[in-house]
């Protein structure tokens, strides 16, 4: 499957199952417009095209039949099978620990209702979260880097354990011979000196909450009793990354309040963030923030319009990455890992306070997903398989989608909370994937021609 | 090529021979938490990489 579009200006060509990217000319994109399912195999079956001599457009043609001759356009899929999935057995090798369920906080798109999760409010104790440890240690087999995040609610309500469990997982990892990478999702308020210097020391990747301009965080963001954040976070951020070596981002969500969104990436930029994550809210059609159809020309419109800006300002020498922005054409993930996509279900898992294990953090407290629990030593092998087996090669939408191995088949919980079938896309969510995937290659498409 | 630049130096099939470790982040892990993007994945296979 070729995909050809028209990005910042660029006239370009995907080709999905190779992952080729191709700039091309103008009467090369008319071809493969005129041609999206394969070149004709003689040129006197291609038009003529109005404003390119003969001998132009038979040139093109025979670069493109060059190309495809090279694997490079109209390619076949690399692999057609997923790799064998057996529960029990395949390993599970990524962890969401769910260490509050609490939160300070009271955003307003919160999937997690203020954290409690639906639930009573409940931090979890230092035994399940080494139970959760032992847990993943004894499921990865095969594996030697694990991952485990620290999530909520907000993780620092509960920071003693968080840094117990760091201890343990640390002494425990060796007895296995493995590498477990800590990480933590938080919003920020409670960080002081102390917990700065422990995530810089200890955790690979530190995700700060922050939703862009002071307006926008504060009416999203609330503490409990109603008052702003912004001012509280922003410097306490600052002093986080500011030496910080290992991964971080700072990361916010739009809404339908602020389908403006770049500004609120370009206020994190301005304020010196390089990393920044910005992303879509996702909530159920009837709520008054979530995205609406309608408003996705505006949304499409907003990531050009940063595109062009991220191109300018790395012109600059003061460019930034955006998370979804973020792709690299060469040395990126392996087929098998873009068909796998989020892993959600098989090789990830969440645990709560009472150490029940679900598919994911979103899918906590959905009870019908839930997979075992950590304590009794359960895990529902058939709901497992049936996340594994949800995948951009079995999809049906997934299997005709041109990003797919950009997307990786999307997320199940959306899917779920859309349309109670966990491999049904949710279709806004793809058609802001598919912009993203634009965006993506138009702004390596831009720096190609920057280096040159 | 005059009407063609192709930015990757390689194609998945060359990039995903010995691959499939499973050594990598989870996506949903790196900064995201509701989506899923695959792309902007790190691989952490250094013997694939290196043999490119
Ligand atoms: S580490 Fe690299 S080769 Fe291994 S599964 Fe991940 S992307 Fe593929
Ligand atoms: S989830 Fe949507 S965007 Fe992603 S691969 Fe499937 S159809 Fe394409
Ligand atoms: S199902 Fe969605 S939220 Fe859950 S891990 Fe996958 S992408 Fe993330």
């Known amino acids: 499957m070729v995909h050809i579009f028209c990005q910042n200006g660029y006239k370009l060509a995907l080709d999905s199952e190779s992952g080729a990217v191709h700039i091309l000319s103008d009467i090369a994109y008319s071809i493969l417009e005129k041609f999206p399912d394969g070149l004709p195999s003689s040129f006197d079956d291609v038009p003529e095209f109005e404003g390119f001599s003969k001998e132009d457009t038979k040139e093109a043609y025979e670069e493109l039949c060059q190309l495809r001759d090279d694997g490079a356009l109209f390619s076949e899929p690399v692999i057609t099978k997923p790799l064998k999935y057996t529960p029990g ?77 760091v201890a343990y997982g640390r002494e425990k990892e060796k007895e296995y011979g493995k590498n477990i990478r800590f990480t933590i999702t938080t919003n920020g308020v409670l960080l002081d000196d102390e917990s700065i210097a422990f995530i810089n020391e200890h955790m690979s990747n530190a995700v700060l909450s922050i939703d862009g301009r002071r307006e926008v965080n504060d009416y999203m963001r609330p503490l409990a009793n109603g008052s702003g954040t912004y001012d509280k976070i922003l410097p306490l951020y600052k002093k986080l990354t500011k030496d910080r070596t290992m991964d971080w981002y700072v990361r916010g969500t739009y809404t339908r309040r602020n389908l403006d969104f770049v500004n609120d990436v370009l206020c994190l930029a301005d304020e010196g963030f390089a990393n920044i994550s910005v992303e879509p809210v996702v909530l159920p059609d009837e709520s008054e923030f979530a995205i609406r159809r309608e408003d996705l020309p505006t949304i499409y419109a907003e990531y050009d319009k940063l595109a062009e800006e991220m191109i300018k300002r790395e012109k600059e020498g003061r ?116 912009k993203r995937v634009e965006c993506a290659i138009a702004i390596k498409a831009a720096l190609a021609d920057i280096e040159e | 090529m005059k009407n063609v630049k192709t930015l990757n130096k390689t194609t998945y099939a060359k990039n995903s021979i010995g691959a499939g470790c499973g050594e990598c982040q989870a996506s949903c892990q790196s900064a995201c938490k509701t989506s899923c993007t695959v792309a902007n994945q790190k691989c952490e296979n250094k013997s694939k990489t290196e043999s490119k």
Request: charged share 25%.
């Open chain 1, 89 to 165: 057995v395949s390993p599970i090798k990524s962890m969401c620990l769910h260490i509050s369920h609490d939160c300070n906080m009271r955003c307003r798109y919160c999937f997690a209702d203020g954290g409690d999760y639906k639930r009573a409010r409940g931090l979890m104790s230092y035994e399940c979260g080494c139970r959760a440890i032992d847990f993943l240690l004894e499921k990865s087999k095969g594996i030697k880097n694990l991952e485990l995040d620290f999530f909520g609610g907000e993780p620092l309500l509960n920071f003693d354990v968080v840094k117990k469990l």
């Open chain 1, 319 to 434: 460019g930034f990455t955006f998370f979804h922005f973020m792709i690299d054409l060469d040395a990126g993930p392996c087929v098998y890992k873009r068909t796998k996509g989020c892993g959600c279900g098989s090789e990830y898992v969440a645990v709560t306070p009472k150490g029940d294990i679900y598919p994911c953090h979103q899918f906590v407290e959905h009870t019908e997903m839930k997979l075992g629990n950590i304590f009794d030593d359960t895990f529902n092998g058939e709901i497992a398989s049936e996340f594994a087996e949800c995948n951009i090669l079995t999809n049906e939408k997934c299997k005709e989608c041109w990003a797919r191995y950009f997307c990786g088949g999307g997320c199940c919980a959306n899917n779920y909370n859309f349309h109670k079938d966990i491999k049904e896309p949710y279709e806004i969510a793809c058609d802001l994937e598919k």
